[in-house]
């Protein structure tokens, strides 16, 4: 049935809004701006590496430059990360995400336009620029949605949607590869850009028209959904986080362990998610046509494993309480996903290591509804620094990581690669034994159990 357009009266003004089916909570249609939001963020982010191709011979680049625009936006990403999440406590999510977002789009339309205003040397010098501005304004994302989350959901709910959240990057990476190659053919590698960043757009302007920060804002929410809410567990968002607390955070066990067990899993997430496909040529000896379709297996099983992890993790709270009941995933899941790298690895052939690594990633990416939920229950208030910090140590995983990993791959050394990262799996899980979610980090209070 199509929506039909009404016109209700939120305190003292009038809003325009659409009604939906009343059994799909506010708190969903939400959660589904910001899904369709990283989905498309992703491709801003991963389109210049598919485009690659074209641009190095149009605009005289080297694979070395292009790898050089990759880490100016990862540099952008990781720095912005802990700042996006205090500029989104202090001005709220609803104007903090919109910003960070228009800054993002901005960037990713400007990537293909300046080659027509830029020439020469200066062509690399402006596109690094415009990738470091892409990943300010991306950093700001996940830090501020963590937040959305924190404010809007239950408890219980809170590692379920922190997974499905994560599926959103998964099937960006399914989805980057055919988008970008197909219009490239087609229009060409600028058109390609800048149309597949254009429904960001539209996204971000859904997102400002229909979001409230809480969800006693919002003209649509119900009495019945605030009930929901009311759980004993919502603290409302410091929006006044100052040096001396922000301090408190940052030295908070929690937030220690948790950020350098993410730092740590992220090694093993950049093999999987950013190698597999050059492996299955160089080591397993496959077709660059039969290695492209083999390699959407382990983000497809990353997208499945991060929606069960995160509603698995909510399940184990509820029966075990919260310390525990985040802590059984990781602590399960990664010792798994150390074991099927080696099988991998040992594996004689091609197809079997492929079958390996797509279960790996699979049971890596059930940790990722533990790893937030996790870091909701310690940050609270504050979860939008939290979510930061500890996305901070992600990023730094993968700037770790991804020099070591083309080092020895570089090396014929793929072995040595996945040893390590079965290595740093299980160290990962290690750690969740220090990690009590039951604690808060801002305060060292107890959270309810």
């Avoid at 498309?40 to 605009?59: C, D, F, G, N």
């Amino acid at each position: 049935m199509a929506p039909a357009l009404t016109r209700v009266n939120s305190r003292s003004c009038d809003v325009k809004s659409f009604t939906f089916p009343q059994h799909i909570r506010v708190r969903w249609r939400v959660f589904g701006i910001l899904f369709a939001f990283a989905l498309i963020a992703y491709v801003q982010q991963k389109s210049i590496t598919i485009a690659a191709a074209r641009m190095m011979p149009e605009l005289g680049l080297s694979q070395l430059q292009i790898g050089w625009l990759e880490q100016a936006f990862i540099l952008g990403y990781t720095i912005f990360q802990l700042p996006s999440g205090l500029i989104g406590q202090r001005l709220g999510a609803r104007v903090a995400y919109t910003l960070s977002g228009l800054t993002a789009f901005v960037a990713a339309i400007a990537t293909p336009l300046l080659p027509m205003f830029v020439a020469g040397a200066h062509v690399f010098l402006a596109l690094a620029v415009a990738q470091f501005v892409l990943g300010i304004g991306q950093g700001g994302r996940f830090p501020v949605a963590s937040g959305v989350y924190a404010t809007w959901f239950p408890f219980r709910q809170w590692s379920l949607v922190q997974g499905l959240a994560t599926v959103a990057i998964s099937l960006g990476a399914a989805l980057t590869p055919p988008l970008i190659a197909t219009l490239t053919i087609e229009v060409g590698w600028q058109r390609a850009v800048a149309w597949a960043s254009c429904p960001a757009l539209l996204i971000l302007g859904v997102w400002f028209w229909y979001a409230r920060n809480t969800p006693q804002e919002h003209w649509a929410v119900s009495s019945a959904e605030l009930a929901e809410l009311n759980d004993g567990r919502h603290v409302p968002v410091d929006s006044a986080i100052g040096g001396r607390r922000l301090l408190r955070i940052l030295a908070s066990r929690n937030t220690i362990l948790l950020t350098g067990s993410y730092i740590i899993m992220n090694y093993c997430f950049y093999l999987l998610s950013n190698w597999c496909f050059l492996y299955l040529i160089q080591e397993r000896h496959l077709s660059i046509a039969e290695s492209g379709w083999l390699a959407t297996g382990p983000p497809l099983a990353a997208a499945l494993g991060a929606a069960i992890g995160g509603a698995l993790a909510g399940k184990l709270c509820a029966r075990f309480g919260v310390a525990w009941g985040f802590r059984i995933v990781p602590l399960v899941a990664l010792p798994i996903a150390a074991a099927l790298l080696v099988v991998a690895m040992q594996a004689e052939g091609p197809y079997a290591a492929v079958a390996a690594l797509t279960m790996c990633f699979g049971c890596l990416e059930l940790t990722e509804g533990s790893f937030w939920g996790a870091s909701m229950a310690v940050g609270q208030g504050d979860t939008m620094a939290i979510s930061g910090i500890v996305n901070t140590g992600g990023c730094l995983g993968g700037i770790i990581g991804i020099p070591i990993i083309a080092y020895l791959s570089g090396h014929h050394s793929w072995k040595a690669a996945f040893v390590i990262g079965s290595l740093t799996a299980v160290v990962s899980a290690l750690l969740w034994l220090g990690i009590n979610a039951s604690q808060a980090a801002n305060n060292d209070t107890i959270a309810a159990s």
